[in-house]
């Protein structure tokens, strides 16, 4: 059963928009959110975090949102910029699990048009 | 430069022939992780550590089995190796003196098994 689910494989934005991918979990228990970009041939690389004691967190140009009550949270990114596109996982963690191992989400492909 | 570096980057082998990933991170973090990556289902933990001699499964350990006889060394080894371990695989670490931290990942090995 899939903890973390991104439901959309892929997104489209035009250049200079605004991109929106959202990430779902089921997990109770997590506590502490990860967003990671990955470009091809490359390793995932870190992007941005929150906590569960916060619902907003930012860094320039990406923000995320955390609905606790919904389970959900979501990765803004404005203005979108071409080097934008790349595959973008959600990860959670439950910070008192003892495990620190990251649970992913399948990842959304975002691609940013000109 | 602070890394995590795996090797080989790609490797093609036969059904059975034993090998050996190896993943090293010159940031002293004790905590060391692989993954593997594979078509729609996103990042997955195989097994991870905590510290030198300290090793546990993660959620899809069989077929797989690490060592860490040294803090800054992590090996994945594949005993005999399956076509269903035909994957991409990407060894991370982090610090453990923050809990909530980012997980640094390596560059990725394509593993081919025939």
């Known amino acids: 059963d899939q903890q973390v689910k991104q439901n959309s494989p892929s997104l489209s934005v035009q250049e200079g928009r605004i991109s929106i991918l959202n990430c779902d979990y089921t997990?109770?228990?997590?506590?502490?959110f990860l967003w990671y970009k990955k470009y091809p041939a490359e390793g995932p690389t870190f992007l941005i975090s929150?906590?569960?004691?916060?619902d907003k967190n930012e860094d320039g140009r990406f923000t995320v949102f955390l609905n606790k009550s919904a389970k959900h949270l979501s990765l803004h990114i404005v203005p979108s910029q071409p080097g934008d596109s790349a595959v973008y996982f959600c990860?959670?963690?439950?910070?008192?699990?003892?495990?620190?191992?990251?649970?992913f989400g399948k990842g959304t492909h975002l691609i940013i048009q000109p | 430069e602070a890394q995590v570096t795996q090797n080989p980057r790609y490797l093609i082998t036969v059904t059975g022939k034993k090998l050996t990933v190896t993943c090293s991170q010159n940031m002293n973090h004790e905590y060391m992780s692989w993954y593997r990556q594979d078509p729609g289902l996103g990042l997955r933990q195989i097994y991870y550590?905590?510290?030198?001699?300290?090793?546990d499964k993660g959620d899809v350990p069989e077929g797989y089995k690490v060592s860490r006889k040294e803090k800054r060394n992590f090996p994945l080894i594949l005993e005999s190796p399956s076509p269903n371990q035909t994957s991409l695989y990407f060894c991370?670490?982090?610090?453990?003196?923050?809990?909530?931290?980012?997980?640094?990942f390596g560059p990725g090995t394509r593993l081919t098994v025939l």
């Open positions: 990860a959670a963690l439950h910070s008192g699990g003892g495990a620190d191992g990251l649970t």
């Open positions: 997990n109770s228990m997590f506590d502490y």
């Open positions: 991370a670490s982090s610090s453990r003196t923050n809990s909530y931290n980012e997980q640094f």
């Open positions: 550590s905590m510290n030198v001699e300290v090793t």
């Open positions: 929150i906590s569960s004691i916060k």
